[in-house]
């Protein structure tokens, strides 16, 4: 474990980390909407609750709303859409109340009946106060009121909104750039505000940023706009929360006065029928609901404030730095309860903040906390396996040549052997002496022999071979074990191991000096060698009669040297007494440690791998808990399992698999949609086509963890039918593996006695029948019969 103290390497690294995850975050999740859908949750659940609990902005006291809904729909005598007659009515019946804007979010396009469209423009020009809609369509065309209309209107602006990456409309466009006149269009709503501040259409400017509303040489409203196109629409009240009068109404003059007088008079329609309904993130909201809030957003726009980016960056990048900090110097027991406090106290800070007007990515913040969280756990668990890594690397290396020691070459070779001998692949061994080694020692002293050994090992790392495996068996001799490669592949390794170590010089007090070698080779099935030890020992015996062989190099004869196959006892003495000295109790010091370190990493591991299976058997947890009708599932299908195992007579080690097996068979189903996962009606093809695939999914959770991958057969094919038309390969009889047939029969079982999804409740007896039925095409007939057997018995229950 690193040690834990401020402004050290480790500090630094994890520092590097949060900075790294920031960036990765801000530049590339937010900028490519990954994260968009959490996001926008949170800002509409405070939006939400600002509704709920702050009061209404005093924006909506100044406005009316005039709806076209149902019951005016109703009461009018002809059908929607009405001549336009009734609302040159409607606008003599608002005029007489001397409002100070009226502004109809209704798009008159085109001509109607003559009489009507002249009954119309009079009286908006009549009430000199009115605002007109128009709206720019996806091809950038206008699409604006009947010209007489237009004409007669004070302004007309565009309603058009921006809807976001979830289809909700969050940002209203406030102004664009129209070529046709050469100059910026006004939205709907900053015409709106400037009728009831009493500024004239000439006196809205806009410098690329903000939008300036002037009387004369004073600035009576600036409104900024973000990213100079569009500003979020702050929603602080829906329907029920703002004025709102019937449009059948008005038009009968059933209204008092002081609804309209000297108010912002806006009219639009409210009725589904009318297909003017919007996703907000207050829910579902008519048109003109959202042109009122938008109106409301920029009329009080001082009472929000966007924090900078740059700010905000920084504000984020510190917590998650803090959070990193903190939690690298406790446990991680700890760690975890410091992150769920701090996440805990945010849930409380950030509803402060957007009450109080601060306007930033809300999300953002919890999500740097549990970034900071992850940074130092997995830093933590990093410098572990590297730590682990160098340690293993140094425990089984020699330190003087560099290369492996003897013991881990033996182990190697071992397992080696045994893959060839079942793979029926070839495998080499050569084994050198440096004849000179004494020598050097005697003359030059043990320090220059290090340097030679250091030597040779850095010489025979570019040699070509396939993964060759080298250690120093002894004082003088080096060892290499040749994967895949048959006697002449060997005997061109040695040949070039003899060029490059021959080749090599050092220097000594009286001049240059070089190295004497002589190579043994042996290999497998050529040799007829039939362990690993008869390897080394006929690698030994063909490196004694290399002196007299070509080139000095010594290929094993199995027709003239089979006499040294078999020897043991003798052997064996001379192994550790002879030319193989090089048992010493220095090595098994070394060896003890190495064992007792990969002792405390196998524990390490384990318990790494026991908290990865808790993890994913929690979120089997959790998934059920969502549904009453899997509650309890996997626990029954575990203890089904078990007992048919145990009853079966199946070894522990591997009932000890199917149990955690049993208790995973589903985590597929966490990648399934909910609507799939919880349906009670029967899957369609395309669904079920979805819900065979889980334990693919499940098999892919699993994979990356070793110790889980003897789990993988049995999860993945515990859908597999005895005569092979199940799924997900088609396998049939003994070549499903037999925890995945045993879980099979519980699967099914529990899902008859529990009717789970659609399926009608069977008793227990039933419900074996039911497996009798299907034995031989479904299930294995011997299974089943001893499942029935033991439920008969009682030791199945429910």
Same mark, same amino acid.
């Not at 037999?738 to 399926?759: E, K, L, P």
């Given at each position: 474990m690193p040690k834990r103290s401020l402004f050290n390497d480790h500090v630094i690294r994890i520092a590097l980390s949060v900075f790294f995850f920031t960036i990765l975050y801000f530049f590339i999740f937010v900028p490519l909407h990954i994260l968009d859908s959490p996001r926008f949750k949170a800002s509409d659940l405070l939006s939400g609750l600002a509704v709920d609990i702050l009061p209404k902005p005093k924006a909506f006291d100044d406005m009316v709303v005039i709806s076209v809904d149902d019951e005016s729909i109703k009461e009018m005598a002809k059908k929607y859409p009405w001549p336009r007659g009734y609302y040159a009515d409607m606008l003599d019946k608002i005029s007489m109340h001397n409002p100070r804007v009226i502004a109809l979010d209704i798009v008159f396009a085109g001509t109607s009946d003559e009489e009507e469209d002249k009954l119309l423009a009079g009286s908006i020009r009549s009430a000199g106060n009115v605002i007109l809609a128009s709206y720019i369509g996806e091809d950038n065309s206008l699409m604006v009121p009947h010209s007489a209309l237009a004409q007669a209107a004070r302004a007309v602006g565009f309603v058009n909104k921006k809807n976001s990456s979830d289809d909700h409309l969050r940002d209203a466009r406030l102004t664009a750039y129209s070529r046709n006149i050469g100059g910026y269009l006004y939205s709907f709503e900053v015409l709106a505000l400037a009728a009831y501040l009493g500024v004239s259409t000439d006196s809205i400017d806009y410098d690329g940023r903000t939008i300036v509303l002037r009387k004369g040489a004073d600035v009576v409203k600036s409104i900024d706009i973000r990213e100079g196109v569009s500003k979020a629409i702050e929603y602080r009240a829906g329907r029920s929360n703002i004025t709102t009068l019937p449009f059948w109404r008005v038009v009968k003059g059933d209204i008092p006065s002081k609804y309209i007088e000297d108010k912002i008079v806006l009219v639009g329609a409210t009725s589904e029928v009318i297909h003017d309904i919007m996703l907000t993130p207050l829910g579902k909201m008519p048109g003109v609901i959202v042109n009122a809030n938008t109106l409301a957003t920029i009329m009080s726009d001082e009472d929000t404030k966007s924090v900078p980016g740059h700010i905000f960056f920084i504000l984020a990048l510190s917590l998650g730095l803090v959070t990193a900090l903190v939690v690298f110097n406790l446990d991680l027991l700890r760690g975890s309860l410091f992150t769920l406090v701090e996440l805990f106290v945010l849930m409380f800070i950030i509803p402060a903040f957007f009450f109080a007007g601060y306007r930033f990515d809300y999300l953002s913040l919890p999500i740097m906390a549990v970034l900071g969280f992850l940074a130092a756990n997995g830093y933590h668990y990093a410098v572990l396996l590297f730590e682990s890594s160098r340690l293993k690397k140094m425990v089984i290396t020699d330190h003087d040549s560099g290369l492996y020691t003897h013991r881990y070459f033996m182990l190697s070779l071992n397992e080696l052997f045994k893959g060839s001998i079942r793979a029926k692949s070839a495998l080499s061994v050569v084994i050198f002496r440096v004849d000179n080694l004494e020598d050097i020692v005697s003359r030059y002293g043990k320090k220059q022999a290090a340097v030679v050994l250091f030597a040779i090992g850095r010489l025979m790392r570019p040699i070509p071979a396939k993964n060759p495996i080298a250690a120093r068996l002894s004082f003088d001799r080096v060892a290499i074990i040749l994967k895949d490669a048959d006697d002449v592949k060997a005997m061109k390794y040695a040949k070039n191991v003899k060029d490059a170590i021959g080749s090599f010089r050092f220097k000594t007090p009286e001049g240059e000096a070089g190295l004497d070698i002589s190579l043994g080779v042996v290999s497998h099935p050529h040799s007829e060698v039939k362990s690993s030890s008869d390897m080394i020992r006929c690698a030994e015996f063909a490196l004694s009669k290399a002196d007299n062989a070509r080139f000095g190099i010594c290929l094993f004869d199995s027709v003239k040297d089979k006499v040294v196959l078999g020897v043991? =006892? &003798?052997?064996?003495?001379?192994?550790?007494?002879?030319?193989?000295?090089?048992? *010493?109790?220095?090595?098994?010091?070394?060896?003890? %440690?190495?064992?007792?370190?990969?002792?405390?990493?196998?524990?390490?591991?384990?318990? /790494?791998?026991?908290?990865?299976?808790?993890? +994913?058997?929690?979120?089997?947890?959790?998934?059920?808990?969502?549904?009453?009708?899997?509650?309890?599932?996997?626990?029954? !299908?575990?203890?089904?399992?078990?007992?048919?195992? %145990?009853?079966?007579?199946?070894?522990?080690?591997?009932?000890?698999?199917?149990?955690? /097996?049993? @208790? @995973?068979?589903? +985590?597929?189903?966490?990648?399934?949609?909910?609507?799939?996962?919880?349906?009670? &009606?029967?899957? *369609?093809? &395309? %669904?079920?086509?979805? +819900?065979?695939?889980?334990?693919? &999914?499940?098999?892919?959770?699993?994979?990356?963890?070793?110790?889980?991958? #003897?789990? !993988?057969? @049995?999860?993945?094919?515990?859908? %597999? #039918?005895?005569?092979?038309?199940?799924?997900?390969?088609?396998?049939? =009889?003994?070549? +499903?593996?037999?925890?995945?047939?045993?879980?099979?029969?519980?699967?099914?079982?529990?899902?008859? !006695?529990?009717?789970?999804?659609?399926?009608? !409740?069977?008793?227990? #007896?039933?419900?074996? /029948?039911?497996l009798v039925k299907w034995k031989g095409r479904q299930f294995n007939p011997d299974f089943v019969d001893k499942f029935v057997e033991l439920l008969e018995a009682g030791r199945i229950t429910i």
């Open positions: 043991s =006892g &003798e052997e064996e003495e001379l192994h550790q007494e002879g030319e193989f000295g090089y048992v *010493t109790a220095d090595l098994e010091q070394r060896n003890r %440690e190495l064992e007792h370190t990969l002792n405390s990493l196998k524990l390490a591991h384990k318990e /790494a791998e026991g908290a990865y299976f808790n993890m +994913i058997y929690a979120l089997m947890n959790a998934l059920e808990a969502k549904d009453v009708y899997t509650a309890g599932h996997t626990d029954r !299908v575990y203890r089904f399992s078990v007992t048919l195992a %145990e009853g079966l007579g199946i070894a522990k080690d591997e009932i000890g698999l199917i149990k955690e /097996a049993a @208790l @995973l068979h589903d +985590i597929g189903k966490i990648s399934l949609p909910d609507s799939i996962l919880h349906k009670k &009606e029967k899957l *369609t093809d &395309e %669904e079920f086509e979805l +819900i065979k695939r889980h334990q693919v &999914e499940g098999a892919k959770i699993l994979e990356p963890v070793s110790a889980f991958k #003897k789990l !993988v057969p @049995l999860i993945m094919h515990h859908h %597999e #039918k005895f005569d092979g038309s199940g799924y997900p390969h088609g396998l049939s =009889g003994n070549f +499903i593996p037999r925890g995945a047939q045993i879980i099979a029969i519980a699967d099914s079982f529990d899902a008859m !006695v529990t009717g789970r999804g659609y399926n009608k !409740v069977l008793s227990l #007896k039933e419900a074996a /029948a039911e």
